[in-house]
């Protein structure tokens, strides 16, 4: 059976909206506003178009104004940045509901409100009812924010076991993944263009015995440049330039058999002409998506929701752990290897809680495997904060998880021993750098 996901390419700039049974995708300024003299909502053009005509007031930046945690006043009434975002994701999920349903009717579908547009029977309930999954793709998996954001969205009546948040890079992994095997016979790049922006996201494949690692990387470009100096001949020549030189940096040396082209910046490419120049020579195949991030979260849903892992591969990206982390164990006299934390977990989701008995009272040994060819090593956590018993009378709780894709937090506690010594309020907390 096929399931219903919805993606959503969140940016400070705009959404990029997309729905796995329909080939439409939407794309809408990231901007809400309030009707002055109504409680009624609006988003994208038609929320600029309202406070243009002075009958509401404009939030946008919403992103950025959730990291920073800041606040909006509207009508004498302050609102969190976060509940702002949510309320906007909402009624961004209803108008991509509405809409795809009059894509077949309708040649071009311009953006429109979601307050005015959406009928009264269109609750939340029954939009979230009508998707099996949503996924949130962020410019860069950041843990605080989507925990809050999962949380925060509950309210507005998404599913916190059917909506998920991921990275543009892991977005990009999933698309790649999915396209026919042409398209990734060697390495695969992506040019994200947009107003004073300018991304390079690079795929890699390598082989360990019988595993298969797919990298993703994005870097931010220095290079970036504001989109209005396309709007002169001496602009394109030097943004034609500046993108030249940036392709000739990224691709030099290596064996790339596809590069995709994303963002506003490309919209109109007849200004590139030595950048397409370089991308598109030994062979290369070149390819103009602007939903590209958008349907990887498509793709990645449909996995989530399944319950499926990765189909024969080890996702590396932004959000996934990038090291295998082990300890040491005796378990019934029998010596062994017990796994903490896969290379390839989600960071929202690789945590592990275990209660030991420590043979070694002085330290906990952990056993860090980077799959990024860098060495492994030993972190020794000293566990001096246990009372001075005797051996084998010190249960220790250890907990560990992840805070982003290179950094674990470890915290190991003293668990006494029964009602003989009870539990004292000794404790060790480290972060633990995955690779150096």
């Not at 009434?77 to 009059?102: G, I, N």
């Not at 602007?290 to 399944?306: E, H, K, N, W, Y």
Request: aromatic share 8%.
């Amino acid at each position: 059976m096929k399931v219903r996901i919805l993606g959503i390419d969140l940016t400070d700039n705009e959404v990029g909206i997309a729905l796995s049974d329909s080939d439409r995708c939407f794309h809408l300024p990231t901007a809400i506003c309030r009707d002055k003299k109504h409680d009624l909502w609006y988003i994208g053009e038609e929320a600029y178009e309202k406070a243009l005509a002075g009958k509401g007031i404009l939030t946008d930046k919403l992103l950025a104004l959730s990291m920073k945690q800041g606040t909006a006043t509207i009508r004498g009434v302050r609102y969190e940045a976060l509940e702002l975002l949510c309320r906007f994701l909402s009624l961004v999920r209803e108008f991509s509901l509405v809409s795809s349903e009059e894509a077949e009717s309708v040649a071009e579908c311009e953006p429109r409100t979601a307050a005015g547009g959406i009928p009264e029977a269109m609750t939340r309930q029954s939009a979230a009812d009508s998707l099996d999954g949503v996924v949130i793709v962020l410019p860069d998996y950041d843990r605080t924010l989507s925990e809050q954001l999962l949380k925060a969205l509950a309210d507005y009546g998404f599913p916190r076991d059917r909506t998920f948040c991921v990275s543009r890079s892991e977005s990009f992994l999933y698309y790649v993944m999915s396209q026919p095997r042409e398209l990734r016979t060697g390495e695969v790049g992506l040019f994200d263009l947009s107003d004073q922006a300018l991304s390079f996201y690079e795929l890699t494949m390598r082989r360990d015995k019988k595993t298969l690692y797919v990298r993703a990387e994005k870097e931010d470009l220095d290079e970036a440049f504001t989109l209005s100096v396309l709007q002169s001949a001496a602009g394109e020549k030097l943004a034609d330039k500046i993108m030249s030189s940036a392709a000739e940096r990224l691709l030099k040396n290596k064996v790339f058999s596809g590069i995709l082209l994303t963002g506003k910046g490309f919209e109109h490419y007849d200004w590139a002409v030595e950048f397409m120049r370089q991308i598109c020579g030994f062979r290369r195949k070149v390819f103009l998506d602007f939903d590209i991030f958008a349907r990887g979260a498509l793709v990645r849903g449909a996995a989530l929701i399944s319950g499926r892992g990765d189909p024969g591969f080890v996702a590396l990206c932004s959000g996934r752990a990038e090291a295998n982390v082990s300890i040491s164990l005796e378990k019934n006299g029998r010596s062994m290897v017990f796994p903490l934390i896969h290379a390839g977990d989600p960071v929202g989701g690789a945590a592990v809680s275990l209660r030991l008995l420590p043979l070694d009272r002085n330290a906990l040994e952990l056993h860090i495997a980077p799959v990024n060819l860098r060495k492994e090593k030993t972190v020794r956590i000293p566990m001096s904060f246990l009372p001075e018993r005797e051996a084998k009378t010190c249960f220790v709780d250890f907990q560990a998880s992840l805070r982003d894709e290179r950094t674990m937090c470890v915290c190991l506690r003293d668990a006494g021993f029964g009602e003989l010594f009870p539990a004292t309020e000794g404790a060790v907390e480290e972060e633990v750098q995955l690779w150096d």
